[in-house]
């Protein structure tokens, strides 16, 4: 199994920025790609940003710009700094590893991202 663990969601005013961290431990050599989610009230949950164990990234559209993943393989961690907050970035912003085809990803247990206008 892989288990994931959040951190550095918070309140912050439109314009500010916030870093949120994703350690990962266990079976690490089975993830293939790591990337944040999020879920604001009565949506669906969407993709952020992911990183792949090449390093390479993808984005959605409406972040593009203002946040930036990354990794630091010697921590088994990824980050996701958010620049330029928008209220619109309100949500439950959740940690995922891909698995492949055959095991099941792991998610982590959510942390609170909060914008203020």
């Known amino acids: 199994q892989v288990q994931l663990v959040e951190s550095g969601g918070g309140l912050v005013q439109a314009g500010g920025s916030l870093r949120l961290s994703c350690a990962a431990s266990?079976?690490?050599?089975?993830?293939?790609?790591m990337g944040w989610y999020r879920q604001a009230p009565g949506k669906q949950r969407e993709l952020v940003a992911s990183?792949?164990?090449?390093?390479?990234?993808n984005y959605a559209d409406s972040v593009k710009g203002r946040f930036t993943i990354s990794r630091d393989n010697a921590k088994n961690t990824i980050y996701l700094q958010m620049n330029s907050l928008k209220p619109d970035d309100t949500a439950v912003y959740y940690c995922?590893?891909?698995?492949?085809?055959?095991?099941?990803?792991?998610w982590g247990q959510g942390t609170q991202v909060t914008v203020s206008s």
């Open positions: 995922n590893a891909d698995r492949g085809k055959f095991l099941v990803a792991a």
């Open positions: 266990g079976f690490i050599f089975t993830i293939n790609a």
């Open positions: 990183i792949t164990n090449g390093g390479s990234t």
